[in-house]
């Protein structure tokens, strides 16, 4: 399985983003995706889960109410909707799957490069 993040970028505070997760190298499944992002000096932490249907979501309270998480099955894309961004959610975004939707890193199977957002103040 591979997964390829991708929309960070650069944008000021209060705007928004929009980050995409391609999953190819795999046929059907039931695993969940969920995005972590990681601030230089700290641990990865978890974001955001979405189940394989798209059913259930889970956030983060740093997350809840200016994030949201969605995927299109037909496109084996899971995407991070970002607004009311704010200089604390600077940091590199990963995307990863797993069998669950889990917190926490050591759960999840596989995960993509990373893509980098940087909140501006």
């Known amino acids: 399985v591979q997964l390829q993040a991708s929309g960070g970028g650069l944008v000021q505070t209060g705007g928004s983003l929009r980050l995409a997760c391609a999953i190819s190298g795999r046929g059907f499944t039931t695993h969940a995706e969920g995005w972590f992002r990681q601030a230089p000096g700290k641990e990865r932490d978890f974001v955001a889960a979405?189940?394989?249907?798209?059913?259930?979501?889970y956030y983060a309270d740093s997350a809840k109410g200016r994030f949201t998480i969605s995927r299109d099955n037909a496109k084996n894309t899971v995407y991070l909707q970002m607004n009311s961004l704010k200089p604390e959610d600077t940091a590199v975004y990963y995307c990863a799957t797993g069998p669950g939707i889990f917190t926490v890193v050591s759960r999840y199977e596989s995960w993509g490069q990373g893509t980098l957002v940087t909140v501006s103040s």
């Open positions: 979405i189940n394989w249907s798209g059913s259930t979501t």
